[in-house]
Every structure is written in C-alpha cells, then in structure tokens.
C-alpha cells in the first residue's frame, strides 16, 4: 500500500505541482486547500506524511502543526517564503520536523520527503540506551526520566537515540542533519538548534543550565552519560 501524503496548500497552481511531484514517486496525495480543510481531512484520516504551508486563509499552518502534535507524531514538513526565517523558527519550535522554501527544488524536497518516509519506517533496534536519569528504548520508540514517559516528537527522539549512543561525543550541526536528519549536504543549522532546544526542555530539570545536553562552544553538542 502507497504511503498517504497529506497537501495542505491554498495555491492550486503550487498544490497541483506538489501532487505531480508526490504521485511520481508512487505516493498517494490528499490535498487540502485550508487550514480548516487540513484539519478536517486529518482527523478523519491516516496519513504518513504531512505537507503543510504555512500562510493559510482561516486557520493558519501553525495552528494545523499544533492540532497534528496534539494528537499524533506523524512527519511534518513545512512550506515557507524563503525569507522569513520567523515563520521557520516557529515552525520548528512547534514540532515540525523539516521546512522547505518556496520557490522550492523539485529534487530537494523530494529528498526531505524521502527521508522522512524512510525514518518512519526504519526498523528499531532493541537496545537500552541511558543518559542521565534519561532511559531511552528505541524499539519502544520510548523515553522516560525517572520512570516518566517522556512527550517527544519522532524527530526529538530520534536525536535522543543518536546522543545516547555516543555518550561525551560532540556533534556538529552538520553531522547531525546527516545521522538524524539523512541529508547528505550542509544546511540550515536552525533545523538542528530548534531540536535541541525542544529537547532540552523535555529532558533537562533546568534548561537555561543544562546538564545532560550540552553544548561545546565552537563544536556542536553531545550527551553527558552523568550529570554529577
């Protein structure tokens, strides 16, 4: 069975692009053309993807990505003006897991597509991995601090498994976008740092000091098996 992708997108002409692109790679597209629409079409629905601009009539994409992390960790991409670097943080800092610009590439958001298709459905090792008070079951695809279930987005634990692996191994940003992410290019070190941040604030006591998740001026982050 295809995997369904859900197009939210008030620009016909742009939406049209968008399923053509989908339905080349096998994908079956659902499109919506308002927030509204998108909510309504997702609630009703499965799907294991979702395309979602942000500049929408009525309801807006920040508010859809809210309502989707309500209820489900299923990939968010987001579609943005190329400029406004507000709409990727938010965006980001939301629960999207990726962002695209428009005009957009054909041949790159095709990749971030395939790449978060392709996360989705890796196959979970059974290791127990720890951090800290931080107990992590990929095969679970679970989290918990001192016993409690952690809230995290697929991409938040995603990166999550990758630090825990490598306890007191910095990373940089771009090593980061290739482990967890999959790109095999630089980009944006806003997708990264917004992760960490969203991480922080789910794993740490205190974020403004952190223990566990540390940043190493200059280099990137890492996990510190032991905060004391």
């Known amino acids: 069975m295809p995997d369904r992708v859900l197009v939210v997108e008030d620009d016909e002409v742009v939406r049209t692009l968008l399923r053509m692109l989908l339905e080349d790679e096998s994908l079956q597209v659902v499109e919506a053309s ?3 629409q998108a909510v309504e079409r997702f609630d009703a629905d499965t799907f294991d993807l979702v395309l979602l601009d942000v500049r929408l009539p009525g309801v807006s994409g920040f508010d859809v990505c809210r309502h ?5 960790n299923v990939p ?10 507000h709409d990727v943080v938010t965006g980001l800092e939301i ?25 989705r459905t890796a196959e979970p090792d059974g290791e ?3 951090a800290g008070s931080i107990e ?3 095969s679970e695809g679970t989290a918990r601090r001192d016993g409690e279930l952690l809230a995290l987005t697929r991409t938040e634990f995603q990166l999550l498994c990758h630090l825990a692996r490598f306890p007191n191994r910095v990373w940089s940003r771009d090593q980061l976008l290739q482990h ?9 070190g806003r997708l990264v740092d917004t992760h960490i941040a969203r991480l922080r604030a789910k794993i740490e006591v205190d974020p403004s000091e952190p223990l566990l ?5 200059g280099l990137g982050y890492k996990i510190s098996r032991e905060t004391s």
Do not use: C, H
Request: no cysteine; hydrophobic share 40%.
């Open 34 to 36: 308002s927030g509204t």
């Open 68 to 72: 989707i992390r309500r209820k489900s």
């Open 76 to 85: 968010v991409i987001m579609v943005t003006a190329q400029q406004d670097s």
């Open 95 to 119: 629960g999207a897991d990726d962002y695209v610009t428009k005009p957009f590439n054909d041949r790159e958001l095709m990749a971030r597509v395939r790449v978060q298709l392709r996360r």
């Open 128 to 130: 127990r991995l720890w």
């Open 136 to 138: 992590v079951l990929p």
């Open 180 to 188: 967890v992410w999959g790109y095999d290019y630089s980009g944006d």
């Open 213 to 217: 998740l540390v940043t190493v001026r």
